[in-house]
């Protein structure tokens, strides 16, 4: 039964719930977070936890934007004090990439739950849109691709990302292993020379006819 809820202000009590959400899908799996079950964890009434969330999706939802923005912040801390050189810089962002395996399982747990959610696919365009911007603007001055061409190749990359991950959720590779895989994709990709490794391009364009370093897949379009 729930208790009386500590009064707090909407957003305050919209970061607890998630807080507690969290704690549920890490104890219980996403199977264990509903709206009920929610409302009993955190000591507030049902209605309480359905005027934020609406349904469990909306709060399934919700819980994958908190998580995302906390991956991707840790990602933005790590490059800002990443030491310059395209090796280092790509060893960053793929550590940092994989750190959310290990540090942030509900990510996947939560992302699992919503598969086939065509609001969950939004999402995950947009979220995938910032991730490649992001590594997009940390890779630029160590490319000689053209901005968009180098963008489209982060977008390969994060599926490479993805495909790498799930061989280190299942035991097939180490944290190791998966960073450096990833770090060599990423310094593959960026349409320029090892010669580059210690400091930016000195020459952008010209470079954008070679191949990627990884398969197309085909459009669902």
């Known amino acids: 039964m729930a208790t009386t809820p500590t009064r707090l202000s909407k957003p305050a ?9 969290v704690a ?7 199977d264990g977070l509903t709206l009920v079950t929610l409302a009993e964890r955190a000591g507030v009434s049902r209605p309480i936890a359905y005027d934020h969330f609406g349904t469990r999706p909306g709060l399934l939802l919700a819980l ?8 991707r912040a840790a990602i933005t801390r790590a490059l800002r004090d990443a030491a310059p050189g395209v090796g280092e810089v790509a060893r960053v962002i793929s550590a940092a990439y994989f750190a959310c395996a290990t540090d942030m399982p ?10 086939g959610s065509p609001e969950m696919e939004a999402i995950q365009h947009e979220l995938t849109d910032g991730y490649a911007e ?4 940390a890779l630029l001055p160590y490319s000689g691709l053209p901005p968009q061409a180098l963008r489209l190749r982060c977008v390969g990359m994060l599926g490479a990302a993805e495909a790498i991950a ?3 959720n299942r035991g097939r590779a180490t944290d190791g292993e998966a960073v450096t895989a990833l770090a060599a994709l990423i310094v593959g990709g960026l349409g320029t020379g090892t010669e580059h490794d210690e400091g930016p391009a000195s020459s952008p364009g010209g470079r954008g006819e070679q191949a990627l370093p990884f398969r197309r897949r085909a459009s669902s379009s």
């Open 134 to 137: 992001l590594m997009a603007t």
């Open 166 to 168: 799930a061989e280190l």
């Open 64 to 71: 994958h934007r908190r998580l995302d923005e906390r991956h």
């Open 13 to 21: 009590r919209r970061e607890q719930l998630l807080d507690t959400a």
């Open 106 to 115: 509900e990510l996947n747990a939560v992302s699992a739950a919503l598969k």
């Open 24 to 30: 549920i899908v890490r104890a219980q799996g996403a």
